[in-house]
């Protein structure tokens, strides 16, 4: 029986990874720690929610007392660490709040699994899920691997390789066995519609301008969000302590060239003639110490774990613009606070 507590479970990825471990290993309990910030929605979880080994938790990772407690309470085997403060441009106007969660929020976990597992290690394992945007930017050629050294510009990237330091120095100085992953961007089905792919969808949607910053030639590296959560699953059950692993779709867009390629895709599934949204498209100022380019070599991880992306891009962008089309009530809750009202029908004031 294993105890594995999940942070960050009530977002993006880590709403995957909860179903993920919650359906495929019945004899672990899952513990989902969350604060359910304006990112995180129970909602994306509906579905596993009622399950025996499914655990909710709404707490904040910056409560160093609770976490405390938590770790001596539960006595977790392992973490999987995905609470964060996750967009670039929230961080480019309020770089405190990252350094609170991504930071501190981090040393207060590793601090206290440090102490309640007290030197003895056998079975267990804390898991950092991390970024490409650590490794800084790219040129036109040249691709990121586990020794590139970190350069991050953003101070959402800057805060996640702090981060990614101390969970280091805590596996080097204590001897912890941590394991960090760096994956390229994501995309699939309950993202918040703040990040690039659900913002487009929902206003192509609506008619509304579609805003490319700059010239629209920086380029991402487009992970299916399933294809991360089966490389994180090998990385927790397999990696030695100690060890990186970089994860990528091994999928490389120009932002304007994947934006051409959903607006494609939508009027063709809105019955527009085609072309008739691209006139949506807006460029505005660029954000500022915007990337040029991320992009992965995930050699190691194929190698070692045997790990490779399953999702041709076609098949998932298709698939993620379908759900975002069918689930219309999912996006009025995120983007209107319903959830919130969600939350205290399930847990109460808890
Ligand atoms: P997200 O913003 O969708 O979700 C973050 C979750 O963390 C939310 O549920 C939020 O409520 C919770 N949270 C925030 N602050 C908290 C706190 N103080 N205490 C407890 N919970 C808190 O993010 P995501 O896109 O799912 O990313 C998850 C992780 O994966 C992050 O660590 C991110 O850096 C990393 N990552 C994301 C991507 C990507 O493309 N989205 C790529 C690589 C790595
Ligand atoms: P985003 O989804 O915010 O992910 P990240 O910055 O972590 O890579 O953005 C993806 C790319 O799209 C990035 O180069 C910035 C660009 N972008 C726009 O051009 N307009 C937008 O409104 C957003 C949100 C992003």
Same mark, same amino acid.
């Given at each position: 029986?294993?105890?594995?507590?999940?942070?960050?479970?009530?977002?993006?990825?880590?709403?995957?990874?909860?179903?993920?471990?919650?359906?495929?290993?019945?004899?672990?309990?899952?513990?989902?720690?969350?604060?359910?910030t304006?990112?995180?929605?129970?909602?994306?979880?509906?579905?596993?929610?009622?399950?025996?080994?499914?655990?909710?938790?709404?707490?904040?990772?910056?409560?160093?007392?609770?976490?405390?407690?938590?770790f001596?309470?539960?006595?977790?085997?392992?973490?999987?660490h995905?609470?964060?403060?996750?967009?670039?441009?929230?961080?480019?106007?309020?770089?405190?709040?990252?350094?609170?969660?991504?930071?501190?929020?981090?040393?207060?976990?590793?601090?206290?699994?440090?102490?309640?597992?007290?030197?003895?290690?056998?079975?267990? *394992?804390?898991?950092?899920?991390?970024? #490409?945007?650590?490794y =800084?930017?790219?040129?036109? !050629?040249? $691709?990121?691997?586990? @020794?590139?050294?970190?350069?991050?510009?953003?101070?959402?990237?800057?805060?996640?390789?702090?981060?990614?330091?101390?969970?280091?120095?805590?596996?080097?100085?204590?001897g912890?066995?941590?394991?960090?992953?760096?994956?390229?961007?994501?995309?699939?089905?309950?993202?918040?519609?703040?990040?690039?792919?659900p913002?487009?969808?929902?206003?192509?949607?609506?008619?509304?301008?579609?805003?490319?910053?700059?010239?629209?030639?920086?380029?991402?590296?487009?992970?299916y969000?399933?294809?991360?959560?089966?490389?994180?699953?090998?990385?927790?059950?397999?990696?030695?302590?100690?060890?990186?692993?970089?994860?990528?779709?091994?999928?490389?867009?120009?932002?304007i060239?994947?934006? *051409?390629?959903?607006?494609?895709?939508? #009027?063709?599934k809105? =019955?527009?003639?085609?072309? !008739?949204? $691209?006139?949506?498209? @807006?460029?505005?100022?660029?954000?500022?110490?915007?990337?040029?380019?991320?992009?992965?070599?995930?050699?190691?991880?194929?190698?070692?774990?045997?790990?490779e992306?399953?999702v041709?891009?076609?098949?998932?962008?298709?698939?993620?613009?379908?759900?975002?089309?069918?689930?219309?009530?999912?996006?009025?809750?995120?983007?209107?606070?319903?959830?919130?009202?969600?939350?205290?029908?399930?847990?109460?004031?808890?």
């Amino acid at each position: 029986m294993k105890k594995i507590l999940i942070t960050g479970g009530a977002g993006f990825i880590g709403s995957h990874v909860v179903r993920h471990f919650v359906n495929k290993y019945p004899g672990y309990q899952i513990y989902n720690l969350d604060k359910l910030t304006y990112a995180g929605n129970l909602e994306n979880l509906t579905d596993v929610d009622q399950k025996p080994n499914y655990h909710f938790i709404k707490a904040d990772i910056e409560d160093a007392e609770l976490i405390m407690d938590l770790f001596q309470r539960e006595q977790f085997d392992g973490v999987i660490h995905l609470a964060a403060e996750s967009h670039v441009d929230r961080s480019i106007t309020n770089p405190l709040q990252f350094i609170h969660t991504n930071v501190l929020g981090t040393v207060h976990l590793l601090h206290a699994a440090k102490t309640i597992w007290h030197g003895h290690y056998e079975g267990k *394992k804390f898991y950092q899920i991390s970024t #490409d945007e650590v490794y =800084g930017a790219l040129g036109d !050629t040249g $691709l990121f691997s586990e @020794t590139t050294p970190y350069n991050p510009h953003s101070p959402y990237s800057a805060a996640k390789a702090s981060a990614d330091h101390f969970v280091r120095a805590y596996h080097d100085t204590y001897g912890m066995p941590t394991v960090i992953s760096n994956c390229s961007n994501n995309y699939g089905p309950n993202q918040f519609p703040e990040k690039l792919i659900p913002l487009f969808i929902n206003n192509i949607k609506h008619n509304k301008p579609l805003p490319v910053y700059g010239q629209g030639l920086n380029v991402r590296d487009w992970l299916y969000v399933e294809d991360h959560v089966e490389a994180i699953d090998l990385i927790f059950h397999q990696a030695q302590p100690g060890s990186t692993y970089n994860i990528g779709g091994n999928n490389e867009w120009r932002n304007i060239d994947l934006i *051409k390629k959903l607006i494609e895709i939508m #009027d063709r599934k809105l =019955g527009r003639p085609a072309g !008739t949204s $691209l006139s949506l498209i @807006t460029y505005v100022t660029d954000r500022a110490g915007h990337d040029l380019r991320y992009a992965i070599d995930a050699s190691k991880i194929r190698e070692e774990l045997g790990w490779e992306p399953k999702v041709r891009f076609d098949e998932g962008f298709e698939k993620t613009v379908d759900w975002y089309l069918h689930n219309e009530e999912w996006f009025n809750h995120v983007t209107s606070g319903e959830y919130e009202e969600y939350y205290q029908k399930m847990y109460g004031n808890r």
